[in-house]
């Protein structure tokens, strides 16, 4: 089947972790998908919507739908910037951005629900925490929530099982904030700290070497924090361990 | 530092300057929540109660008039004598006239969030009239002259050393005493005797019901049932959301309640009143107070759902770190932070920032609330209504401008990342609350388009 994937990128994906991206379009390709990256994309406008400025937002929604309108799925290796396309994306030409919000993708729903990968050739022999970031869990469904009595599923898991040698633990809070919450994190600094200290403790109780997630907010926040403390504890987008080879 | 006269932000700052305290408080409240799951797992049907309690509620909202009328006729035709109050200044007259017309100048009051709501003990003392808090941990915070931090637990931002001291200090216990039995029982002794001679008792209600014209009071301590079999005057404060249609109802209702708010099957009480006892007086409040005007904002009506479990701020982990006075409000946590901003905009303004959307509350109200989609709504609201600071509004103008233009937005980004690599100090210092505790990203030579164009756009 050919599918013509548009390639989004979040704005501080693109400047501060291009391996995150390159690892999400070498993933695409892989697999088969014939992927664009539009030169033009910015930002999703999440960072003034949820700061209360939603109403500033039609400058980034127009270029957003001038950049993505017209392929078959758009993809992108964050959670929390598709939740926010798929709720808030409106625009000059509405036909467009609502085509955009039902071909939106977050990486990983992709995967196991568009293309429905059942194979990887990836390895990573070491111990994982995965950070099920809540926009992503709580917004996208993309895995089962712990305040529900509901039968589990994740879709991140289900593809990590897939990777070789990959030991995946279990948390004492599996689905808990780590409090980086977009401008949350300075604007509430004491308390965003205070989660992201916490949850990066869970995950270092249980004597992980990498922590993944599928946004790299989370994993930026929690990064910052396990490199405060002089921590070995790396952090890798689901992309980058869904790729590795040993 | 009294919390309370600080924003949301400031009151956690203060609040975690005590790094132990802060990982009890939450972990205090974890277990609540735990509790809560195991409680609810138990029951195949819970995911369907939540909506048929949402709905009823919903049925509720949309025929509050209606309920209301038949509610008053039925309680009237029992004998209860029903009082309606346009808002807080109202209630707390009407009480104050009930306890004078009865010649009563003390009162005994089981938990009630709509007193609180009203500041009907501030009133009262002011006007010379005792009010004494019958259920332990209102008790507890009334002693120490601090509102609840929770409206279930509203003493639990104390341990058991705090209550040690306040119980030496007011109700004269050993110094350094902590073991809860001892200090139970010396509040029990208290309580006693304010049971025993008080003639005007106040309830709250949990659900009114308007087929029958009675009320369900749920408590764990009895301390409702004492205050009220021992007076001659019953007192019972609604907020008019409190209304369901009919008895079978409570069905759904009570099995959720106290499920979500302590993982106990049902409250050790359940108080059914219908009518007064032969010589005594029964009244009902009800009130308004702001309630009507929420009911007409189609995004933030269904927040009177609310059944006042406290579920969501168990799970909330910004409530977990940041202690219920933060909240500066009657009702803290999420669902208090979509419930005043209607009571006061400018005053609750912070309120709905207090949260990082993660989504836990919407999950656990056991009416199915929206409340972080509420959250993210007051925000738009409270910044367009001009609530927000100045510079806020100016910093978000800015980036809008450099975000929706792909040329000043690569620009802004190559300078960023310059700037981090070659001179980090311009931000890595104290004037950047992301550097204050964590460590900053470390900046790549190219962006992501960059090695785009270079390696893949041949």
């Not at chain 2, 303004?349 to 836990?360: E, I, K, V």
Request: overall charge neutral; hydrophobic content about 35%; charged content about 20%.
């Amino acid at each position: 089947m050919y599918m013509k994937v548009g390639l989004f990128i979040p704005c501080y994906i693109d400047q501060f972790y291009p391996k995150v991206a390159i690892a999400t379009l070498k993933l695409l390709e892989k697999v088969g998908c014939d992927v664009a990256y539009p030169l033009q994309q910015t930002c999703c406008g999440q960072p003034m919507a949820n700061s209360g400025y939603e109403h500033l937002t039609g400058g980034c929604n127009d270029n957003f739908v001038s950049n993505f309108a017209g392929y078959d799925y758009i993809v992108s290796p964050s959670g929390s910037c598709t939740l926010h396309i798929k709720h808030h994306l409106h625009g000059t030409n509405e036909t467009a951005a609502t085509e955009i919000r039902s071909r939106i993708y977050e990486l990983t729903e992709f995967l196991t629900d568009v293309l429905k990968i059942s194979t990887l050739e990836a390895t990573f022999p070491y111990r994982v925490g995965l950070h099920q970031s809540c926009h992503g869990q709580r917004g996208l469904h993309l895995a089962q929530m712990s305040e529900l009595v509901a039968p589990p599923y994740s879709k991140p898991v289900q593809l990590l099982n897939l990777v070789k040698d990959l030991e995946l633990i279990q948390l004492d809070r599996r689905d808990e904030c780590c409090g980086f919450g977009g401008t949350f994190c300075v604007t509430e600094e004491a308390v965003s700290a205070k989660m992201g200290k916490d949850r990066v403790a869970d995950h270092l109780r249980h004597g992980v070497h990498y922590i993944t997630g599928v946004d790299v907010s989370c994993l930026m926040h929690m990064e910052g924090i396990l490199k405060r403390a002089n921590s070995n504890v790396q952090v890798k987008h689901i992309a980058e361990i869904l790729t590795a080879t040993v | 530092m009294n919390q309370l006269n600080l924003d949301h932000a400031h009151a956690a700052i203060e609040f975690n300057k005590n790094e132990p305290r802060v990982d009890w408080h939450d972990e205090t409240l974890w277990f609540v929540r735990t509790k809560r799951d195991r409680a609810v797992a138990q029951l195949p049907e819970w995911e369907q109660l939540r909506e048929a309690a949402s709905q009823i509620k919903n049925h509720v909202l949309s025929n509050m008039h209606d309920l209301l009328a038949q509610f008053e006729e039925n309680a009237k035709r029992n004998g209860i004598t029903v009082h309606w109050a346009t808002d807080g200044a109202e209630h707390n007259a009407i009480i104050h006239d009930l306890i004078q017309k009865a010649g009563a100048t003390r009162m005994v009051k089981s938990k009630s969030m709509l007193t609180e709501e009203c500041h009907l003990n501030d009133y009262l003392t002011r006007h010379g009239i005792e009010v004494i808090d019958s259920d332990l941990g209102e008790r507890i915070v009334q002693m120490r002259k601090e509102p609840p931090s929770h409206i279930v637990l509203p003493a639990i931002h104390l341990t058991k050393a705090d209550v040690g001291e306040t119980f030496h200090e007011h109700l004269g216990t050993e110094k350094g005493a902590t073991d809860p039995q001892y200090l139970t029982e010396a509040a029990r002794q208290h309580l006693r005797e304010t049971f025993l001679t008080r003639k005007v008792a106040l309830t709250g209600v949990n659900f009114a019901i308007a087929e029958t014209g009675g009320f369900v009071v749920c408590t764990n301590e009895g301390n409702a049932d004492m205050g009220a079999h021992l007076a001659d005057v019953h007192i019972a404060a609604m907020g008019f959301e409190k209304i369901i249609p009919r008895a079978e109802h409570l069905g759904v209702f009570l099995r959720l309640l106290a499920r979500s708010a302590t993982g106990q099957p049902i409250t050790t009480f359940s108080s059914h009143f219908h009518r007064p006892r032969p010589g005594q007086e029964m009244h009902i409040v009800i009130v308004d107070n702001g309630r009507s005007r929420q009911l007409g904002r189609p995004d933030f009506r269904n927040s009177l759902k609310c059944i006042r479990c406290a579920a969501c701020m168990n799970t909330c982990p910004v409530y977990r770190r940041s202690g219920g006075h933060s909240y500066h409000s009657a009702v803290a946590g999420p669902i208090g932070s979509i419930l005043a901003p209607n009571l006061d905009m400018k005053l609750n303004a912070d309120l709905p920032f207090a949260s990082t959307l993660c989504g836990s509350c919407s999950n656990v109200c056991p009416v199915k609330i929206d409340i972080h989609d509420q959250l993210y709504k007051w925000r738009q609201v409270l910044m367009q209504e001009g609530y927000g600071p100045t510079s806020k509004t100016v910093s978000m103008k800015a980036m809008a401008t450099v975000l929706e233009s792909p040329r000043l937005y690569r620009m802004a980004g190559k300078v960023g990342r310059g700037v981090l690599r070659f001179a980090p100090v311009t931000v890595e210092n104290r004037f950047n609350p992301w550097y204050n505790q964590r460590e900053m990203p470390e900046p790549p030579a190219e962006s992501f388009r960059d090695w785009y164009i270079n390696n893949k756009k041949a």
